[in-house]
């Protein structure tokens, strides 16, 4: 079965840190950019952070910059989000999601958009973070 599977989301206090691994299974990541995305109870999903092939590109929201990092692991086919420094209002849902259209990796890292055409969408992970 293709599928991106997300992990390591939990509670965690304000000023805490997490680590969400985005794994895929069923096909290599090596061709893919991936993006992370969040959605918070009534509020659209927005882009967190993607991540280029080749790993050598990244784009960040203004939101999470500074305390952010993607990354990638192509031999253990998975992403990763490393976040530090939580705030209360990072508490959402975090999705991963891939793409392998040249076109729309450049769009996808250019403008943190959820609406392009991804390939592979994971169920998301929760985060909460606790003032």
């Known amino acids: 079965q293709l599928q991106l599977v997300e992990s390591g989301g939990g509670l965690v206090q304000s000023g805490g840190s997490l680590r969400l691994s985005c794994a895929a299974s069923g096909f290599t990541l090596d061709y893919y950019a991936i993006g992370w995305f969040r959605q918070a109870p009534g509020k659209e999903r927005e882009g967190v952070s993607c991540i280029s092939r080749s790993g050598a590109s990244t784009n960040y929201a203004d939101s999470v910059k500074g305390r952010f990092t993607i990354s990638r692991d192509n031999a253990k086919n998975t992403v990763y989000l490393q976040m530090n420094s939580l705030k209360p209002e990072d508490t959402a849902i975090y999705y991963c999601?891939?793409?392998?259209?040249?076109?729309?990796?450049?769009?996808?890292?250019?403008?943190?958009?959820?609406?392009?055409?991804?390939?592979?969408w994971g169920q998301g992970t929760q985060v909460t973070v606790s003032s």
């Open positions: 999601a891939a793409v392998r259209s040249a076109v729309q990796q450049l769009r996808l890292c250019g403008t943190l958009s959820p609406s392009g055409k991804y390939d592979y």
